[in-house]
């Protein structure tokens, strides 16, 4: 997927002016839409195979237990989206049973090729209001999973709250959808309501483990982010191999990589 160039290479060094850090209250909304419920190539126990949804609902764990451990202070609560947004648990908790819990309550809930965002962005805006007070930022992540229904939303583009965060798993684009078209919608609403740097993210190759790493990207604090256009993790490997001169050691032996 191609999202608009950012700053140019050659630029300005990013620097982090000073901060106050503020602890994250993270709000987790899942797509439930029919589309949910496509298998990963990857296979579970005994060759069961493995939706969109389970894979999302690991990647959010895993995502969970990594921030406690960065700072037991964040919170988290869950939404679902159908043909919009609607709470599945709206108290925010540390508690990782509680979000265990939550992601057992979600289930498919066909949309109708319906999906309005402005439910999430008022949800998302009350609740930043009362996490502020409390010297709290508020983050949405969105894991949206329909390859063919644009987003639609409606939000003044001077309200900006909270940071936005999106994963989009999608098929491979055909006949029947439009995976760019729906890409390209989601980078507008993230640009248009997003406080701090918001990360996208996508995949049309139905591997959790690119799910699982694009949600550790993730775990980066919105006050502490670079531009997503100047963030080159994971590096390739190729950009990791030292050239021939450096990897000779003082007698000109191979220096071992392991």
């Known amino acids: 997927m191609e999202r608009?160039?950012?700053?140019?290479?050659?630029?300005?060094?990013?620097t982090l002016h000073p901060a106050k850090y503020c602890c994250e209250d993270i709000l987790f909304c899942v797509d439930v839409d029919s589309e949910s419920m496509v298998e990963m190539k990857n296979t579970g126990p005994n060759g069961r195979p493995i939706t969109r949804l389970d894979s999302i609902k690991q990647s959010i764990l895993l995502f969970i237990?990594?921030?406690?451990?960065?700072?037991?202070?964040?919170?988290?609560?869950?939404?679902?989206?159908?043909?919009?947004?609607?709470?599945?648990?709206?108290?925010?908790?540390?508690?990782?049973?509680a979000a265990f819990s939550a992601l057992r309550g979600l289930f498919v809930s066909p949309s109708g090729g319906h999906a309005d965002l402005t439910q999430l962005f008022r949800i998302a805006a009350h609740e930043a209001k009362k996490s502020r007070p409390q010297n709290r930022i508020l983050r949405v992540i969105l894991l949206y999973c329909r390859s063919s229904?644009?987003?639609?939303?409606?939000?003044?583009?001077?309200?900006?709250?909270?940071?936005?965060?999106?994963?989009?798993?999608?098929?491979?684009?055909?006949?029947?959808?439009?995976?760019q078209k729906v890409y390209d919608a989601l980078?507008?609403?993230?640009?248009?309501?997003?406080?701090?740097?918001?990360?996208?993210?996508?995949?049309?190759?139905?591997?959790?483990?690119?799910?699982?790493?694009?949600?550790?990207?993730?775990?980066?604090?919105?006050?502490?982010?670079?531009?997503?256009?100047?963030?080159?993790?994971?590096?390739?490997?190729?950009?990791?191999?030292?050239?021939?001169?450096?990897?000779?050691?003082?007698?000109?032996?191979?220096?071992?990589?392991?």
């Not at 483990?209 to 775990?219: E, G, H, S, Y």
Request: proline share 10%; aromatic share 10%.
């Open 4 to 14: 608009p160039p950012g700053s140019a290479a050659g630029g300005p060094p990013y």
């Open 149 to 179: 229904v644009q987003p639609q939303f409606q939000w003044p583009a001077n309200q900006k709250l909270f940071t936005f965060d999106v994963i989009y798993l999608h098929d491979k684009p055909g006949p029947d959808n439009c995976p």
């Open 65 to 97: 237990n990594a921030k406690l451990t960065m700072n037991p202070d964040h919170r988290f609560a869950f939404a679902s989206l159908g043909k919009t947004a609607s709470w599945v648990r709206k108290e925010f908790s540390s508690d990782v049973n």
């Open 187 to 258: 980078v507008e609403a993230l640009e248009h309501v997003t406080e701090y740097e918001g990360y996208i993210y996508e995949s049309g190759q139905g591997l959790q483990r690119v799910l699982f790493r694009q949600m550790c990207l993730l775990l980066s604090h919105p006050q502490q982010r670079c531009m997503q256009d100047d963030l080159n993790l994971p590096m390739a490997l190729t950009k990791k191999v030292p050239t021939t001169d450096s990897a000779q050691g003082e007698d000109n032996l191979p220096v071992s990589s392991q």
